[in-house]
Each structure stands twice: as structure tokens, then as C-alpha cells.
């Protein structure tokens, strides 16, 4: 059926746009009259089934997406509590004003962005490296793509359990791991930068193969006479990543990085499981601002202050979205013509 | 026609090009450097590089593997100094207790369903829209499309509280349909589809199509389905994981009575279980599942992601 479709293809072009204009004054056969009317519905049909193709996305989204995200900056304006959601009061920006003032969210905040750095940087970093590696030519390198995106398919509730008990202080892999270099037993969960780094190596082991297969897509579609120029001009393997395969995926590298910062943003899960509670820890050490919302909401029933966290955070990612925006335009400008 | 068939032979010639170092015949140390680095991805990687990747590959695999033996001990074996680097004997009973424990039954299949159903109306929708994208023309279609990328960077908990109040009001806490209907659509998936669309349907395909007299419903049906029936596999791989894994919303609005796999793993770590196996074998049977399917679908997994990303 496809090739009979496609042999008829070209008259498809012509054969459309003249026959309004034939149909002019002269009489009408019947025949003429159905084809008038078959064009008719052929154009309401064009004319209006892309909006019914993409509306059933757009009501899901309106309803479930932008409109709760509209109604929890309402909500974030009144007294809402757990126990009751429909009694809203209103007070004004009273929630906000009181996040300012809360070293807890303050915390959260210094904690969010922390953990994201430790989880982030390195992970874009080996993951640059690991699709540099596999862009090699490799014996099974497709068992090597399954095996590294392996962890993808690990929910954040396995891992982090799994990893959990990998940071036990005294029967944990870990600890057992630096002791044979002599290291003493850490205390994981209980200090402040261990558990950071803790939680951090949890998305990082994550995360890091799914982003190294979209740099190796990016690297494969790098034009070979780059390369090839980069060699006749004597620039060595290492000059070659520094000066081709870098500067040609900077878009993807920026997408990375906005999906990586994103993702930080919201981290919740491992934090939760790390330890036990919704405190991130005895002291709050790896408390997040997603574990704080949820905290604020579902531990302390407060649902009002707990809409202010969640648009303190949106404001927060249209901030950082700016930067990079910024400095997406700014690296673009100074490099030229580079597609960003 | 000539002028284009000229320049339309220089991709083949570097192809060539790339190829003669499979029979090498000792060329001389400047050529080999040459070809060498021309072929960029073709280039042969030396032992160091294995090595490194291998590290890789065991340091993204054991956590899964220790699971299992972890999974299939006792704590006095947990508690072993050197840490057990082999199965114990406590798989099934650990596997028992973390079944009845934690509802674990329940749970995966209410995950499967769940997934399931997240997957069929994710790619349909996905499908229809990115079609629409891809290849029809209709007023704020640019707008439209620039709307579907912004929603990708909206997180979720912007929606939580909202969300948690309508089904407070309809009583739907624990009923599967509260976290069904929040992600029955996805923004990745639209955009997935329009960028495989717009490379592999080709636009007279279509048009031929509906100068055959066909509406918009069959065209999609006998034209575009076929085309992207791939894409429309991958992004079935992808969005089952994701349903298998989502994990902030289905906390708040399931509770152990009728969980998911990611609610029950929760009640199974915050919860008082002295048993560290049976943690881990609680975890090992939510993952298994996923895992296997990996497994079987592995490669059209990464397939599917790098193609995703090269338009990223």
C-alpha cells in the first residue's frame, strides 16, 4: 500500500492548489458538486485535526500540569492545612516572608545546591570522558552501553537502599573497602559533607551512564573531516577532544546541564531513604528542598508554606535558566557561527 | 544536475576513506597517522581503554549484584568482616518475608498495571501530537511546540499540593486512577516523536495518502503508525521505566494498603524491618522486572536514548 501511495505522490503537489480556481461560475454536474464537497471536508479536516491530534496532550497538561502549577502559587498565599485542604485562609505573602526567615529552608537551599554541584560536575565530567572512550572503535561496546545504563533501570528507592547499606558505618562494603588502605571506619550518614557526598555518588551512579550514550550520540555525529583536518594540521588525540569533539557538542553539553540542574532541583527520594525521616539526618545535613516541601507538607501539615517552597523553587529554576540562557548566548557570541 | 552530482560524491569518497585500515599493509608511519586520526570514532581503542571501562562496568553493575547476595543472607552473614562476595543460602526465605511484609505482591502488580497503562496512553498521545509537530501545518504551531519543551523543565512538585487536594476532595487516596491520570501524557514524549517524525515520514507519503482520499484518522493509522512504530517502541521502553520508577507523587498519594513498587520499597526502608536481607531482597524484586527487561531490550534501549539525543 505505502509504494502505490507514493507512486501517486506527485501529482499531490500540483493537483491540490489549481482546482479551487477551476470551480468557478459554470454549471455544476453532480459530479463537480461531490468533488466540492469532498474538498470541503478535506480542508476542515486539514484545518482542524492537528488541534485534535495535539489536544489530548495539552487538556492532560492543562489540567494536570499548568493548572495546579497556577493553583499552588494561589495556594501558597493563604493557611492551608493537611488536615483540611479546602479551608484556605488568606494571608498574603506571609509564607514567604517566613521561608526568608527560616534557617531550615536556608539549609535546604545550601543543601540542594551543594549536593547538586558534587552530584553533577563530576558526573557530566566521566561521562564526557566514558563516551570519548567508547567512541572508539570497541570489541562488544554494545555490552559496555547496556551495562552502564543498567543503573537507569535501578529506582531511586532500590538504589538508595542498596546504597544505604553499601555506606553502613561498620558492616558497610565501603568502610570495609577503605580499611584495607587503612582508613577508619566513616561515619556516613551522621556527618555533614560524608553524607552529601554519600547521596550525591547515588545519582551519580544513576545517572552518569544515561548521559554519557547522549554524548556518544552528539560525538557520533560530529563531521569525520573535522577530525581528519584537525590530524593534517598535526593536533594530537587529546588537542583533537579539546579542540573538535568539545566545541561541537557544547549544545548537547548545555542540554545536559540544564536536565542535570533540573533533576538536582528536585532531588527528593534518595535523601529520604538515606537515612530514616523526613528530616535529611540528625542535623538536616542532607536535607533537600524537595524533602523539605514534603516535610513542611506531609510531616507538619502544612500545606500553605508548603506551596511556598514549591514556587520558591520554580523561581529558582527560571533564575538558573537565565544564567544559562545567558551565558549560552554569551559563549555563542564570542565563538561565532557555532549552531547553539 | 551534473553541477550537484559532483558534490554529491564527496560524502561516499571519505567513507572509503576511513575503510583501507582493516587490510594493512605496513604504510608508512605518516599516512597511518593521518588515517588514523581521520577516521575519528573509527579509530581502535588501546588496552588502557578497556581497562577503564571495564572499571566502569563493574563499579555500574555490583551494587545490582551485591543486592543478590545481600539479598540472599542473614545479618549475622551481613555482619561478616571481609562482606559476603557470594550467594548465601537465604534467598527465598528473605524473598518470603519481603513478599509478606511489604505487600510486595500487591505491589507489582499494581506497578504493572500502572506502567502499563502510563505506557499505552503516553506513546498514543505522544504519537498523535508529535505527528502534528512534525508534519502538519496549523496557526501557533511554533508557539505550541515551544510551550511542550517549557513543560519539561515544570518539576513536580510544583503540582503536589493541588494534586493532593482534588483527590483529598474525590477520595482517591490509594485508588490507582490518582496516579494514573497525572502522567498520562509526557512533554519528553511529544518531542521524541516529533523529531523521529520529521526525519523518517516522509511529507509525500502523507500527501499521497490523502490525494487517495484518505482523512486524517487513516492517514495516521495506515501512514503514520507504520513509520513510527520504532520510535513508538523505544519511547514504550523509556516511559515504562520511568512509570516503573516514579517515585515523589505515588508516596504521597498511595499508601501501604495498595502500594506500587517504589511505595512499598519505602515502607520497607522506613520501616522496622531488622532484617538487612530482606531489605535487599525486597529491592531485588522491584528492579528484577525492569531488569529484565532490559535484559531482552537492552540495545533498542540505547538505541533509542542516542537517538533521542542527537536533536536534544
Known amino acids: 500500500m505505502a509504494t502505490e501511495q507514493h507512486s501517486a505522490a506527485p501529482p499531490a503537489k500540483g493537483g491540490a492548489a489549481p482546482r479551487p480556481q477551476r470551480g468557478g461560475e459554470p454549471p455544476l454536474t453532480p459530479e463537480e458538486k461531490k468533488l466540492r464537497r469532498r474538498s470541503l471536508r478535506y480542508r476542515l479536516d486539514t484545518k482542524f485535526s492537528p488541534y485534535g491530534f495535539i489536544a489530548p ?14 493553583f499552588t502559587g494561589w495556594a501558597s498565599l493563604h493557611r492551608v492545612s493537611l488536615h483540611s485542604p479546602t479551608d484556605m485562609e488568606w494571608v498574603g505573602f506571609y509564607n514567604f516572608t517566613r521561608l526568608l526567615g527560616d534557617e531550615f529552608f536556608w539549609n535546604a537551599l545550601w543543601n ?8 553533577t560536575v563530576p558526573q557530566l565530567l566521566m561521562a564526557l570522558g566514558l563516551a570519548h ?12 552501553r547496556v551495562a552502564m545504563l543498567t543503573p537507569y533501570a535501578t529506582s531511586v528507592a532500590a538504589a538508595t537502599l542498596v546504597f544505604a547499606m553499601l555506606y553502613g558505618r561498620d558492616y558497610g562494603m565501603i568502610n570495609w573497602f577503605l580499611g584495607l588502605f587503612g582508613v577508619d571506619n566513616i561515619e556516613w550518614e551522621a556527618g555533614s559533607w560524608t553524607a552529601k557526598i554519600a547521596v550525591s555518588t547515588i545519582v551519580i551512579w544513576r545517572w552518569t551512564g544515561y548521559n554519557t550514550l547522549i554524548y556518544l550520540a552528539a560525538m557520533q555525529a560530529v563531521p569525520k ?9 598535526g593536533a594530537s588525540r587529546w588537542q583533537q577532544f579539546i579542540h573538535v569533539t568539545i566545541p561541537a557538542l557544547r549544545p548537547t553539553i548545555l542540554f545536559t546541564v540544564v536536565v542535570s540542574t533540573i533533576g538536582a532541583t528536585q532531588l527528593f527520594g534518595e535523601p529520604l531513604l538515606f537515612g530514616s525521616g523526613t528530616s535529611g539526618g540528625a542535623d538536616n545535613q542532607y536535607q533537600t528542598l524537595g524533602l523539605y516541601l514534603y516535610e513542611m507538607g506531609w510531616t507538619n501539615f502544612n500545606l500553605g508554606r508548603a506551596s511556598a517552597i514549591a514556587w520558591s523553587m520554580f523561581l529558582l529554576l527560571i533564575i538558573i535558566g537565565l544564567v544559562y540562557w545567558f551565558f549560552a548566548r554569551l559563549i555563542g557570541r564570542s565563538t561565532g557561527s557555532k549552531g547553539a | 544536475m551534473s553541477i550537484s552530482s559532483e558534490t554529491a560524491t564527496r560524502p561516499p569518497g571519505s567513507a572509503p576513506a576511513a575503510r583501507p585500515d582493516t587490510p594493512d599493509g605496513g604504510a608508512p608511519s605518516r599516512r597511518r597517522r593521518i588515517r588514523a586520526g581521520g577516521a575519528g570514532r573509527q579509530m581502535h581503542a588501546g588496552w588502557l581503554t578497556y581497562v577503564i571501562l571495564i572499571i566502569f562496568t563493574i563499579g555500574s553493575l555490583f551494587p545490582l549484584v551485591w543486592t543478590m547476595f545481600a539479598a540472599s543472607s542473614t545479618n549475622t552473614r551481613l555482619a561478616q568482616t571481609p562482606p559476603p562476595f557470594w550467594f548465601g543460602d537465604d534467598l527465598w526465605n528473605n524473598l518470603d518475608q519481603a513478599w509478606n511484609t511489604a505487600n510486595m505482591g500487591t505491589a507489582l502488580i499494581n506497578t504493572v498495571f500502572v506502567a502499563g497503562t502510563i505506557t499505552l496512553s503516553t506513546v498514543l498521545f505522544a504519537t498523535l501530537a508529535g505527528f502534528a509537530f512534525a508534519k502538519l501545518q496549523f496557526r501557533a504551531k511554533n508557539v505550541l511546540l515551544m510551550l511542550v519543551i517549557g513543560t519539561m523543565m515544570v518539576p513536580p512538585q510544583l ?29 519528553f514524549g511529544v518531542f521524541f516523536m516529533r523529531q523521529y517524525l520529521v526525519q523518517a515520514l516522509p511529507t509525500e507519503l502523507v500527501e499521497a495518502a490523502r490525494v487517495d482520499g484518505a482523512n486524517s484518522l487513516r492517514v495516521v493509522w495506515h501512514v503514520v503508525f507504520p513509520v513510527a512504530r520504532p520510535a513508538m517502541a523505544v519511547l514504550g521502553m523509556l516511559t515504562f521505566v520511568m512509570a516503573w520508577n516514579e517515585f515523589f507523587w505515588p508516596i504521597i498519594a498511595l499508601t501501604q494498603q495498595n502500594p506500587t513498587v517504589q511505595v512499598a520499597l519505602t515502607g520497607l526502608g522506613r520501616g522496622y524491618v531488622p532484617d538487612q536481607g530482606v531489605i535487599m531482597a525486597g529491592a531485588l524484586l522491584g528492579t528484577l522486572p525492569l531488569l529484565i527487561v532490559f535484559a531482552i531490550f537492552g540495545k533498542q534501549i540505547v538505541g533509542g536514548i542516542m537517538h533521542g539525543a542527537i536533536k536534544g
Open chain 2, 159 to 187: 503540582s503536589v499540593v493541588p494534586l493532593y487536594m482534588a483527590i483529598a476532595e474525590l477520595q482517591w487516596t490509594d485508588r490507582l486512577q490518582a496516579v494514573i491520570l497525572p502522567m498520562m501524557v509526557s512533554a
Open chain 1, 57 to 70: 496532550f495539552f487538556l492532560f497538561f492543562a489540567a494536570f500540569g499548568l493548572f495546579p502549577l497556577l
Open chain 1, 133 to 144: 572512550l567508547l567512541n572508539y572503535k570497541l570489541r562488544n561496546s554494545m555490552m559496555f
Open chain 1, 225 to 233: 573531516d573535522l577530525y581528519e583536518s584537525a590530524s593534517i594540521d
Open chain 1, 112 to 119: 540542594t545546591f551543594i549536593i547538586g554541584v558534587i552530584a
